[in-house]
Nanobody, 128 residues
Framework: QVQLVESGGGLVQAGDSLRLSCAAS????????MGWFRQPTGKEREFVAA????????AYSDSVKGRFTISRDNAKNTVYLQMNSLKPEDTAVYYC?????????????????????WGQGTQVTVSS
């Protein structure tokens, strides 16, 4: 089992940057593929970014590609989402997610249903 706690959200202006962190409990963090999703108010949850267990492979939604960067530090049991050039349409609750993927170092997942563990979310609000 792994428990996830997001942090780093807040209120920023368009064009600003934020870095979200997701701290995971447990000793097997390096065996979990990780992802970030977001859910704007009144809308469905959507994929943002994903990273493989080793960190060697990443994926992004088209809406954030080139602006957001996902990374992980397995020694610190933490996954990050660096968000640059933020836009008002990035406003949402951001969730990190995990899926145990032992033995598949290059796997990542882009569908929410593929993940088995979720954090409680952190609000990101971008004003225009």
């Amino acid at each position: 089992q792994v428990q996830l706690v997001e942090s780093g959200g807040g209120l920023v202006q368009a064009g600003d940057s934020l870095r979200l962190s997701c701290a995971a409990s447990g000793r097997t963090f390096s065996s979990y593929a990780m992802g970030w999703f977001r859910q704007p108010t009144g809308k469905e949850r959507e994929f943002v970014a994903a990273i493989s267990t080793s960190g060697g492979r990443t994926a992004y939604s088209d809406s954030v590609k080139g602006r957001f960067t996902i990374s992980r530090d397995n020694a610190k049991n933490t996954v990050y989402l660096q968000m640059n050039s933020l836009k008002p349409e990035d406003t949402a609750v951001y969730y990190c997610a995990a899926r145990f993927t032992y033995g598949r170092a290059n796997y990542y997942y882009t569908q929410g249903n593929d993940y088995t563990h979720w954090g409680q979310g952190t609000q990101v609000t971008v004003s225009s």
